[in-house]
C-alpha cells in the first residue's frame, strides 16, 4: 500500500505564488520517481513536472522557468514538492501528485484546487 497526502494549493492573483508538497509514505523506496499533472476544465490530465533522487527534472513547457519541483526522503516518506511562481490564469486546474513503484504501478494523490485570478 502507498499513501499520498498533498498539501497547499488555493486561490492566488495572476502573478503570484503557491507551492503544493505530496508526501509519500508506505511501500515505497527513495528512488521512486514522483511528479506533479494537473487536469484543467475540459481538457485532460497533463503532465507538468517529474523527478526522482540523483536525476535532473522535467518539466512541461509552459511551466519552465516559473515552476521548480524537488524531492526528498526521510524516515520511509519520500516528499515532493512544487514551487509556482508568476502563476497565470492558465495554470487553474486540479493539480495531483503521483509516485511510479519500482514494485510497479502508479499512485496518485487526491488532487489539490489552484485557482489563479486575473
Known amino acids: 500500500q502507498v499513501q499520498l497526502v498533498e498539501s497547499g494549493g488555493g486561490l492566488v492573483q495572476a502573478g503570484g505564488s503557491l507551492r503544493l508538497s505530496c508526501a509519500a509514505s508506505?511501500?515505497?523506496?527513495?528512488?521512486?520517481?514522483m511528479g506533479w499533472y494537473r487536469q484543467r476544465t475540459g481538457r485532460q490530465r497533463e503532465l507538468v513536472a517529474s523527478?526522482?533522487?540523483?536525476?535532473?527534472?522535467?518539466?512541461e513547457d509552459s511551466v519552465k522557468g516559473r515552476f521548480t519541483i524537488s524531492i526528498s526522503s526521510d524516515n520511509a516518506k519520500n516528499t515532493v514538492s512544487l514551487q509556482m511562481n508568476n502563476l497565470e490564469a492558465e495554470d487553474t486546474a486540479v493539480y495531483y501528485c503521483?509516485?511510479?513503484?519500482?514494485?510497479?504501478?502508479?499512485?496518485w494523490g487526491q488532487g489539490t484546487q489552484v485557482t489563479v485570478s486575473s
Open positions: 508506505g511501500s515505497i523506496r527513495s528512488l521512486d520517481p
Open positions: 523527478i526522482r533522487r540523483g536525476g535532473g527534472p522535467n518539466y
Open positions: 503521483y509516485l511510479d513503484s519500482i514494485f510497479g504501478g502508479r499512485y
